[in-house]
């Protein structure tokens, strides 16, 4: 078969292929609208656990379980330190450092995340919802006299349980 650009555009890259930048994370824990402040992120990883069980000398290879890796997101940071607040309060919440007591009862400190991905229309095309999610690090906020014309961000990352695509 001869290469031909026109079949690659017209049969793997219809419509353009996906951008990146179409996206948007909803977040309704706290006061501040996540949606805005979230910068970049990536839809998170799943492995399927391998059981192995020897036969014969052989092994034969069976699904396990699934694991979800953690989830990092990078939020810029507005002047009111809204969202950097209560992300930190959540933390706080789940664990005070200077009595080691949580402040939420059960499971109380998870919430449900959303990320969706947009066509160029503006459409969704694909939503995964984060099930039991909570902060597990917060991370530093950069401060540099050299860093001029820019936003500040941090990272946050975060512990799930399962992922869903609704």
């Known amino acids: 078969m001869a290469f031909s650009v026109t079949n690659f555009k017209s049969d793997a890259l219809q419509g353009g292929g996906y951008r990146p930048t179409l996206f948007e994370v909803q977040l ?3 006061g501040t609208n996540f949606r805005y402040l979230c910068q970049s ?3 998170p990883a799943m492995t399927m656990g391998v059981i192995e069980v020897p ?12 694991t ?7 939020v810029m940071v507005e002047e009111g ?5 209560w992300i930190e309060q959540w933390s706080m919440d789940i664990n005070q ?3 080691n007591v949580r402040s939420l009862v059960g499971e109380d ?3 449900d995340i959303q990320i969706l991905l947009y066509n160029k229309q503006g459409g969704v095309i694909r939503e995964y919802d984060l099930i039991g999610c909570w902060p597990t690090d917060v991370g530093t906020i950069e401060l540099d006299w050299n860093n001029t014309d820019q936003m500040a961000t941090y990272q946050v990352t ?9």
């Open 158 to 166: 975060w512990a799930f349980d399962y992922m869903n695509k609704p």
């Open 109 to 111: 400190y998870k919430q």
């Open 97 to 99: 450092g200077d009595t």
């Open 81 to 85: 330190f809204g969202a950097r607040d």
């Open 28 to 30: 309704t824990y706290g």
């Open 55 to 66: 036969y014969f000398g052989r092994k034969i290879k069976m699904a396990g379980d699934r």
């Open 41 to 43: 992120t990536s839809v």
């Open 68 to 74: 979800y890796a953690e989830w990092t997101t990078t």
